[in-house]
């Protein structure tokens, strides 16, 4: 069993930078791929970004594409999503996930088992 926590979410500026943190717990969590989605009210669960176990590969949205970084730090079994110059549209809450997704399928929600709470994103213009 694995447990994700979010923190570092919040009220926002258009423009502005934010960094998500995502603190896994449970067995054998650095084996696992881990991704960052995101919900807005109305809206299906996207994908935003996704790391490999050991961190050298990422993916990302083409909505936040190369403004936007996923990292994870093992020893502290932390991921962490920085996403610079915000938009109203990222307003959203931010779902942190973990499982044993292929590569090719990093984007796939169903393909995660373990989902954190979720928390809420809102930029304003």
């Known amino acids: 069993q694995v447990q994700l926590v979010e923190s570092g979410g919040g009220l926002v500026q258009a423009g502005d930078s934010l960094r998500l943190s995502c603190e896994a717990s449970?067995?054998?969590?650095?084996?696992?791929?881990m991704g960052w989605f995101r919900q807005a009210p109305g809206k299906e669960r996207e994908f935003v970004a996704a790391?490999?176990?050991?961190?050298?590969?990422?993916n990302y949205a083409d909505s936040v594409k190369g403004r936007s970084t996923i990292s994870r730090d093992n020893a502290k079994n932390t991921v962490y999503l920085r996403v610079n110059n915000l938009k109203p549209i990222d307003t959203a809450v931010y779902y942190c996930?973990?499982?044993?997704?292929?590569?090719?399928?990093?984007?796939?929600?169903?393909?995660?088992?373990?989902w954190g709470q979720g928390i809420q994103v809102t930029v304003s213009s």
């Open positions: 996930a973990a499982g044993r997704v292929s590569f090719g399928r990093l984007w796939a929600p169903d393909d995660y088992d373990y």
């Open positions: 449970g067995r054998a969590v650095e084996t696992y791929p």
């Open positions: 790391v490999t176990p050991s961190g050298s590969n990422t």
